[in-house]
């Protein structure tokens, strides 16, 4: 007699099969849904730092060497310096309501009086701020260091050029950590 079903140990044998299957069909998942973590933690951090380096580049541009009065290193390799400069006063030459133009007193810059500071917050040392006056800023969060070098500490570097060393660390909720070093050179004013 010819029975067409199938037998426990076929049944068995595609259960088995079919066992195999979902477990590398759930590991690959697990896989993927990891490398997908890891490309957007690491690009949410390297935006985070390409932003400040912008923003204190946008800044810096701005100046010259001649009103930075405070470069502070701890040493020069802590990761902990502060800057202190001024920015020139603008004036709004073409009355759009916004300045644009430094204001040119007897051919030189007007430079404001209120000093503007970038540096670690001391209360959290893992945001750097921007300090102008009262006024607080936040440039970045997940700050590991932040340095500052001119001239006399990186002869590379031309006199009105200054390098900025950001390096943040972020640990992700899976307790992995992300880090990204952002290295820009500041083309500064090389008028006073």
């Given at each position: 007699m010819n029975n067409?079903?199938?037998t426990l140990t076929e049944l068995l044998f595609v259960c088995i099969i079919l066992i195999v299957m979902i477990v590398?069909?759930?590991g690959a998942l697990v896989g993927?849904?990891?490398?997908?973590?890891?490309?957007t933690d690491t690009a949410a951090i390297e935006n985070e730092a390409r932003?400040?380096?912008?923003?204190?580049?946008?800044?810096?541009?701005?100046?010259?060497?001649?009103p930075i009065t405070v470069v502070t290193q701890d040493s020069p390799f802590s990761g902990t310096d502060v800057i202190t400069y001024k920015l020139p006063v603008m004036l709004d030459t073409d009355s759009d309501g916004v300045p644009d133009t430094?204001?040119?007193?007897g051919g030189s810059i007007q430079w404001n009086a209120t000093p503007v500071s970038i540096g670690l917050d001391p209360a959290d040392t893992s945001r750097l701020i921007r300090t102008e006056g009262a006024q607080t800023t936040l440039l970045a969060e997940n700050v590991k260091s932040i340095r500052f070098l001119s001239h006399s500490e990186d002869a590379a570097l031309y006199f009105d050029e200054l390098k900025i060393i950001?390096?943040?660390e972020k640990t992700n909720a899976m307790g992995r950590k992300y880090n990204t070093v952002?290295?820009?050179?500041?083309?500064?004013?090389?008028s006073q």
């Open positions: 067409k079903g199938f590398a069909l759930v993927m849904n990891s490398v997908f973590h890891a490309i932003v400040a380096g912008y923003l204190i580049g946008r800044d810096l541009r701005r100046t010259s060497p001649w430094p204001d040119l007193t950001l390096e943040l952002s290295t820009s050179i500041v083309d500064m004013r090389n």
